[in-house]
Each structure stands twice: as structure tokens, then as C-alpha cells.
């Protein structure tokens, strides 16, 4: 029996801005033409590297979660409470800010190129504690079926279901489609839904649909299809993710229900509380080092 299919909602192509210091980044959700698709607040495609002024040097979040996925080349990450590590081709890490984290991300000396999801927390959760979760391209869940091959950040393809808790229900999938291959992927009923095309180009009902674009679904059907009928390989991300339903006020990297919750946390941050007292006297190593222009030296 085949799954009901959900239909296009709109297609929206990425164009090139800046972003931090030095980088580029393709705007998918976020930008003016879709705007924020609940629950889902920003997903960016970024390239650079951190010899050529790239970085993401010390800055705050609260209130939701960050995931970013390395593609090419390397990020190091360090934040307020002593983590730190590096991001390499293939590796995820999943964010919770909760009620505050400081940290930056500066990408290594060649150009690399990944992904950065912000996914919005219900209001129970805006304050919990930070936390993170992470795999490697070694330790990251793969499924394959035909000319299919998943690899699942979040949430269940092919027979196999991730480990990675997600507060706010969701799927995120990397698949690849090799010439002739097809994927119906079953998706909630009601969950928001789109695809972030990578390289190549794939077909959606009558539609071509090159690399750097976003399809947003109808949130009605069982299934989004996907099919390479060109003679290279197709990549895309597929994100699926349940409603949150709640007010969002944000202000930069702060996202809360209310205005008076933005007040209070820019008030937090300033004065070192309720979450963000580690940030009293504290720089990051690296966020220095790459102010400074002497990370590499």
C-alpha cells in the first residue's frame, strides 16, 4: 500500500550573503521568502575558511537548539563551560542552549562547507540546562536500499531509527540518490516538512529541482518523494518537524515567547545570571586567536 504523497507548498532558491565574520552563507528557512516554518527558526548552508577572516567568534544562544552538520573540511567549536572539539566531514553536533550558552566556531584552515539548523524549544524547555549531542561520519547512522543511502542525523529512514533525543520531534536526514534511485519517506501526519537540495538535481512531482533550493511541503500526506532521474548524484537534507504552536519573540540569538522574556535575558546576559555566569571574564581560546589573526601561528 504507498503512502499518501504531500504535495509542493512553495520553491525558493538560495543566493549568497555574508554572515559572522568573513563568511558566506545560502539562506534557507529564515529568509524573507519563507520566513520562519514552526518549528524551525534558520537553516543555513555556509562555506569558509578561517585563513580568509571566516569565524563565528564568542556569541551567545538561549532558548533553543542548534545542529550543525560539517559536509567539507573542519570547524572547532569551544564554549563558556570548558567544552571544546572539533567538527570534521561527516560529524553533527546537536546543541540544546537551553537557559544560556556562550561559544565560537571558527572553521579550519581550508575551506569547509556544512550545515547550521535552529530548531525552537516549547517554553518548558527554553530553560533547561545546556547540552549536547554528537556523532562522527564513523559513529553516524547510515541506511542504504537500492540507490538509496541515508544517513540519519534524527529520527528513523529505511528500517532504522537515531538514537539522538530531540526535545522537539524531529527528522533530519541526509540522502544521497544515485542515477534511477527514488525515495518515498514516510513522514508524520501535521509535522512541518522540507528538503534543502546539496548538489545535483531532483525531481518532485513534475518539478526539476536544482542544488541550493528549498521545497516546503503541504503538511497534509504520509510521504515526501524524491527521484534523481539525472545521470550524477543527487544529494539533499530532508527536515521534518512537529509544531510547537507557541509565540516566538526573537532578538538575534535569543529566542523566548514573550518580549518580556527577551528583556530579561538580554538583562541575564549582561549582568552574568541565570545561566550565563560563567560568561563573567571568560574569551574563548580560539575566538582570540582568530581576532587576533594568530590561530594558525
Known amino acids: 500500500m ?58 551567545p544562544h538561549r532558548g533553543f537548539e542548534t545542529v550543525t552538520y560539517m559536509l567539507e573540511g573542519e570547524t572547532y567549536h569551544e564554549d563558556f563551560m570548558g567544552n571544546s572539539g572539533v567538527l570534521r566531514p561527516g560529524g553533527m553536533q546537536w546543541m540544546t542552549a537551553g537557559r544560556g550558552i556562550i561559544h565560537s566556531e571558527i572553521p579550519g584552515k581550508e575551506m569547509c562547507r556544512g550545515l547550521q539548523l535552529w530548531v525552537n524549544l516549547k517554553s518548558e524547555f ?74 545535483g538535481e531532483v525531481r518532485i512531482e513534475d518539478q526539476t529541482i536544482a542544488a541550493h533550493h528549498t521545497v516546503v511541503f503541504d503538511t497534509s500526506g504520509a510521504a515526501v518523494a524524491v527521484s534523481n532521474l539525472g545521470s550524477g548524484l543527487a544529494r539533499l537534507v530532508l527536515i521534518s518537524g ?14 523566548m515567547n514573550t518580549a518580556e522574556e527577551i528583556e530579561q535575558t538580554i538583562d541575564d546576559y ?16 580560539i575566538g582570540q586567536k582568530f581576532i587576533k589573526g594568530t590561530l594558525w601561528k
Open 2 to 59: 504507498s503512502l499518501t504523497r504531500r504535495g509542493i507548498q512553495k520553491i525558493v532558491g538560495s543566493k549568497w550573503q555574508s554572515e559572522g565574520r568573513g563568511a558566506r552563507v545560502r539562506r534557507s528557512i529564515g529568509r524573507r521568502e519563507i520566513g520562519q516554518i514552526d518549528p524551525f527558526l534558520m537553516l543555513d548552508e555556509f562555506v569558509g575558511s578561517s585563513l580568509e577572516g571566516a569565524g563565528f567568534p564568542d556569541h
Open 126 to 199: 527554553k530553560m533547561v540546562e545546556p547540552a549536547y549531542q554528537e556523532a562522527t561520519a564513523e559513529t553516524m547512522l547510515v541506511a542504504k536500499e537500492g540507490g538509496v543511502k541515508v544517513k540519519i542525523l534524527a529520527g528513523e529512514a529505511l528500517g532504522k531509527k537515531s538514537q539522538v533525543r530531540t526535545r522537539t520531534p524531529s527528522y533530519y536526514l541526509d540522502i544521497e540518490l544515485q542515477p534511477g534511485a527514488e525515495i518515498s519517506q514516510p513522514v508524520p501526519e501535521g509535522w512541518t516538512t522540507f528538503i534543502y537540495t546539496l548538489d
Open 242 to 255: 512537529e509544531p510547537i504552536g507557541e509565540p516566538v519573540f526573537q532578538h538575534g540569538p535569543f529566542v
Open 270 to 285: 549582561r549582568r552574568h545570571k541565570n545561566g550565563f555566569e560563567n560568561a563573567k571574564n571568560w574569551q574563548s581560546d
